[in-house]
């Protein structure tokens, strides 16, 4: 995990920044302390950026599962998938532990996510597919329905003014009620493209209601010197927002800190 955040994560084509690293590789850690296990998942692999570091958490046994067309029509990019294989293989995830299918998730339910997952639910989850209105919409409801109890979904683009769909969808999906809305799930952190907050292009982390508050304590206590400040969006209140104006300070879940985050959520 630190040799991929500190340099692999630049060697791979695609769009992470480094808050986003070090804020993922938290959640990574604080899934270990809560005993949340389970296989990864992402719509829209490109070549690995971010799916490399969400493998770098995986633990004895479990697997990730790789969704993405790879060329319209689907598996037309042979060039995609030959880049995102070897960059498989450089990290010695070619020995079957990465599930890759070539598929266009706007043709999936969730339903077939279980299938396709072999009845297992996913603990970490990343929309980052289609970047249009009803793709988000149907992206979150598929990772929605495909989290297990501790699980988070990871939301990309938000606020980005490239992608002004992603906001509307996301925004929308919190606001709905009945079957389209957001059923248990709450957003529990933001994580702002480094640099002035204003250049947007955050992550939004979505937990369900059962693990919100343990995973925003948890966060707030390790990434604490990039933490700015806690708003209200979509009708919830006090979500963690972090950016970076320099290199972000994670703190490493040692000991020490394993203590202060035991004391923090027994209170809770
Ligand atoms: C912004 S890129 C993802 C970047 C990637 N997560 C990374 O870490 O670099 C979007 C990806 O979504 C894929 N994609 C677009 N529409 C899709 C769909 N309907 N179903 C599955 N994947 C899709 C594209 O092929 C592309 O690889």
């Not at 037309?76 to 070897?86: H, I, N």
């Not at 929309?127 to 793709?135: F, I, M, P, R, S």
């Not at 990039?226 to 104006?245: E, N, Q, R, S």
Request: charged share 20%; net charge negative; glycine share 12%.
């Amino acid at each position: 995990m630190a040799e991929y955040a500190a340099t692999g994560v630049k060697s791979v084509p695609g769009a992470l920044q480094s808050g986003s690293v070090s804020v993922i590789w938290s959640i990574l850690e604080l899934q270990d302390v809560f005993g949340v296990a389970g296989p990864i998942a992402e719509i829209g692999v490109f070549k690995g950026r971010l799916f490399l570091l969400l493998c770098q958490g995986l633990n004895e046994g479990e697997r990730a599962f790789a969704i993405d067309i790879f060329g319209q029509p689907p598996g037309s990019d042979q060039d995609m998938l030959t880049d995102f294989g070897k960059n498989l293989s450089r990290y010695g995830l070619d020995d079957g532990t990465v599930d890759i299918q070539t598929v266009d998730s706007s043709s999936l339910t969730g339903g077939d996510l279980t299938g396709r997952f072999g009845g297992q639910v996913i603990r970490l989850f990343s929309v980052d597919g289609d970047h249009g209105l009803e793709a988000v919409t149907h992206d979150l409801h598929l990772a929605r329905q495909a989290i297990c109890a501790g699980g988070i979904i990871i939301a990309d683009d938000l606020f980005n003014p490239w992608y002004p769909t992603v906001t509307e969808a996301v925004y929308d999906f919190f606001k709905a009620e009945g079957k389209d809305g957001p059923d248990d799930l709450e957003p529990i952190a933001l994580v702002a493209a480094n640099g002035p907050v204003e250049t947007g292009a955050a992550k939004l982390f979505i937990a369900r209601y059962s693990h919100a508050a343990k995973y925003k304590a948890g966060l707030k206590l390790l990434n604490q010197a990039d933490l700015k400040h806690c708003d209200p969006f979509a009708g919830f209140a006090d979500i963690p927002t972090f950016y970076f104006d320099g290199p972000p300070q994670k703190h490493v879940l040692d000991d020490s800190m394993g203590q202060i985050l035991e004391e923090i959520v027994t209170g809770l």
